[in-house]
């Protein structure tokens, strides 16, 4: 099983050499729970880990196929989820305002981590996790914690993030990647 540590020593690198910025767009449903319950994430690949949610946790829902569940300590949830006034299925309906720096695990990665194809990392919530080829490893902002995120249900919930520069072009809103490249073909006077 691959540690915290031992993600941070060689993830790390390779999140800020060939790591990009995601994020979650897909709204979530959330309930807090008011006695202790474990919870198993099941995503389209299987079991994927299990948690135990306290009292005040909240309990997480992805609105994917898979309607993978975790926990989230009631801290973390409120800096990564905005309420809304919907509800459904019974559970309150909220917003992403969350970001990761991720990297699809390839056979690269594997190999740096002396991994195979299907291994197991230690999360950041005490219990291990399930990573295959095709999923992403990722961290939120500061570093601090590593997780994965199957690769079907990531693809679902999160997309790049594009830093967009608005520039004046027949009322188009182009990215600042094209920007300067028209700008290098076009130099002005």
Not at 42 to 59: F, H, L, M, Q, V
């Amino acid at each position: 099983m691959i540690s915290q540590q031992t993600l941070n020593e060689l993830l790390l690198p390779i999140l800020l050499s060939r790591g990009k910025i995601y994020i979650k767009f897909k709204p979530v449903l959330a309930e807090k729970t008011e006695s202790t319950r474990k919870v198993v994430t099941r995503t389209s690949s299987g079991i994927e880990t299990e948690n135990t949610a306290s009292p005040g946790d909240y309990i997480v829902e992805n609105i994917t196929e898979a309607g993978e569940q975790y926990v989230l300590r009631a801290a973390k949830f409120k800096q990564l989820y905005k309420k809304t006034q919907s509800f459904k299925n019974g559970k309150r309906v909220y917003l992403p305002k969350g970001r990761v720096h991720g990297v699809q695990i390839d056979e690269e990665i594997c190999q740096i981590l002396g991994a195979g194809k299907k291994f197991e990392i230690m999360a950041p919530w005490g219990q291990p996790q399930t990573l295959r080829l095709g999923d992403f490893l990722v961290s939120p902002p500061g570093y601090l914690e590593f997780y994965g995120i199957a690769g079907k249900e990531f693809e679902e919930t999160y997309r790049l993030k594009t830093h967009k520069k608005k520039t004046h072009d027949k009322g188009a809103t182009v990215t600042k990647k094209t920007a300067i490249s028209r700008s290098k073909k076009n130099p002005g006077p």
